[in-house]
């Protein structure tokens, strides 16, 4: 599930206009990681983000996660078909077994470096199509948490599974006429075994949008998230509970009150869940808020 | 028109990235501060613990008894009048080895229950879903476990008595249901065998012995 949250992070942390000290160009709101990059662009966003999740049998192993999350990202134009994006989250977890004990954790999570090379689209004032190649890490930087003991917490109550996880994707945004916007990326990733010997498995993540504009500053969005994930292992042992499919609507409301300002509230809705499991999630509700510096 | 909006991208950018370095320089600061602060709590939650108390200690040089499994059982709820209704009946978890390893109402680890002793003896501690209990299942059953036990159910020797049984009883034990929640996290079950006399053998003594039991729930703070 995190990786899913940093992921669609990665993909929806914020849309702002494409040029935005002037807003003449490409009247688009779009999001870091599908905007229209220029030499020396700087973005930074903020991102507020709830979710909960249960899985295990009830009155057996039941075990219930809910997690707020503030994710700050940074998105910096060196060049012009290259675009580093800095995701450093602060999460606050609790795990809730089925006799309720609770475990609590808080702390930085996992840092995501992404690299996005837009291999056409450049060098245009007002390009319809960008299409961009997507390398990205995330790095074990989330410290393993320990009770007023000194004993660990458990792996779920842990910010993070502690695992380099590198991962490859490709985007396309396209932008048709001022109103309507679409944005597409296909991502693999192949975690490498993190901590407590657990060894997340290659997953493969989908997601489309469709963006209308009704107003200059106004943007409507939907669309798709979906992840599909093959079988975990934990100190060599198969987890299939979590391996399959989840694929979530999405849906935001975006704002630009005024230039360089840009807030963004969402949600996203799971419908399509082939995970074994058991286990189910709650929708993600989600606020970001992106500056253009 | 392009010229002018360049113009003016290109002017905005030296200052932009003045307040964009000491965002950042801001930002980092305060993510390593957040690092140092990483933390992490557990609270306890539910929690029952059964004990055995022997009111007249034996006098014997060993005296054992094997309890080979707990079981913490829930109290019948009456099903709502709609789903008698329903042609629907209620699924259950498959009552198969896996669930039984794992159901946090029992307690699968033979336990030798010292006769010689008055002290209380701890027997089994569950960490139980939310929930009503009304009673208490011991499966007694011979024992493996300890040496002491000579893989029987019971063992008395000494004082020139030598008894033992391998017989195989499941005893269950009802009280007034107790409600397991946030409001009442914990829970003694105190398992209490009264003095029986010594039958014509093992057997007839185990079975004496077990009718004597019973069972007080006293909830904990």
New interface residues.
């Given amino acids: 599930m995190s990786r899913l949250l940093l992921l669609a992070l990665v993909l929806s942390a914020g849309w702002s206009t494409a ?1 935005p ?2 807003t ?2 490409n009247p688009a709101l779009t999001t870091i990681g599908a905007d229209q990059p ?1 030499t ?1 662009r ?1 973005r ?1 966003a903020t991102t507020f983000r709830a979710w909960a999740q249960q899985d295990g ?6 075990a219930a996660l809910r997690e707020l999350r503030l994710d ?1 990202t ?1 998105s910096w134009t060196p060049l012009e078909r290259l675009t580093l994006i800095l995701n ?1 989250p ?1 999460q606050v977890r609790e795990r ?13 999570g996992e840092v995501d470096l992404t690299a996005r090379v837009l291999l056409v689209g450049a060098q245009t ?1 007002r390009p319809r199509h960008l299409i961009s190649l997507l390398a990205s890490a995330r790095l074990p930087t ?2 393993t ?4 003991t000194g ?1 660990a ?1 458990s792996l779920d ?1 842990q ?1 993070g599974p502690g695992a380099f996880v590198p991962a490859l994707g490709v985007s396309w945004t396209a932008f048709i006429g001022d109103r309507w916007s679409t944005f597409a990326s296909l991502t693999g990733d192949v975690p490498v075994e993190g901590r407590y010997g657990l060894r997340i498995g290659p997953g493969v993540q989908l997601v489309g949008a469709a963006q209308f504009q009704p107003i200059r500053w106004l943007g409507l969005r939907a669309g798709v998230d979906a992840r599909y994930e093959a079988v975990s292992f934990l100190r060599g042992v198969a987890s299939p509970e979590l391996a399959g499919l989840l694929t979530q609507a999405l849906a935001d409301v975006i704002v630009s009150p005024v230039s360089r300002l840009l807030i963004s509230a969402g949600v996203r809705v799971p419908f399509v869940d082939t995970r074994p499991g058991p286990v189910s999630s709650t929708p993600i509700a989600s606020l970001t808020i992106l500056v ?2 | ?2 010229s ?3 113009r ?2 290109g002017e ?2 030296g200052e ?2 003045t ?2 370095q000491r ?2 320089m801001l ?1 980092l600061f305060l ?1 390593a501060l ?2 140092l ?11 029952v613990s059964v004990t055995a108390e022997v009111a007249s200690p034996l006098s014997f040089d060993t005296a054992t008894l094997s309890i080979e499994r707990v079981e913490l059982v829930r109290c019948e709820t009456a099903r709502p009048w709609w789903r008698a209704l329903s042609p629907l009946s209620t699924a259950w ?1 498959h009552g198969g080895a896996d ?1 039984e390893a ?4 029992v307690v699968v680890a033979p336990v030798l229950v010292a006769l010689t002793s008055g002290e209380a003896q701890p027997v089994a501690a569950f ?5 009503a209990v009304c009673g208490v299942s011991l499966t007694f059953a011979p024992s493996t476990a300890e040496a002491r036990a000579q893989g029987t159910t019971l063992f008395l020797e000494g004082a020139g008595v030598r008894q033992l049984s391998t017989r195989r009883y499941v005893v269950t034990k009802s009280f007034d249901a107790r409600t397991l ?2 409001a009442h ?1 914990a829970l003694t079950l105190r398992l209490r065998f009264e003095a029986a006399p010594l039958g014509a053998d093992g057997d007839q003594t185990l079975a004496a012995l077990l009718a004597t039991v019973s069972v007080v729930a006293d909830e904990r703070t």
Avoid: W
Avoid at chain 1, 57 to 62: C, I, K, N, P, S
């Fill in positions: 040029c000290t002037c003449c160009a220029f020396g700087l930074l049998r009830a009155e057996v192993d039941r700050l940074a450093v602060l809730t077994d089925v006799s309720l004990a609770k475990e609590r954790g808080f702390g930085p004032f989330a410290p948490l320990h009770d007023a004993s917490l109550a910010l253009d510096l | 028109m392009s002018l909006s360049l003016e991208r905005g950018r932009g990235q307040r964009a965002t950042l930002g993510t957040t690092a602060t990483a933390c992490g709590e557990r609270e306890p939650g539910l929690s978890a669930v794992t159901d946090p109402r960490a139980p879903p939310p929930g929640d946030e996290p």
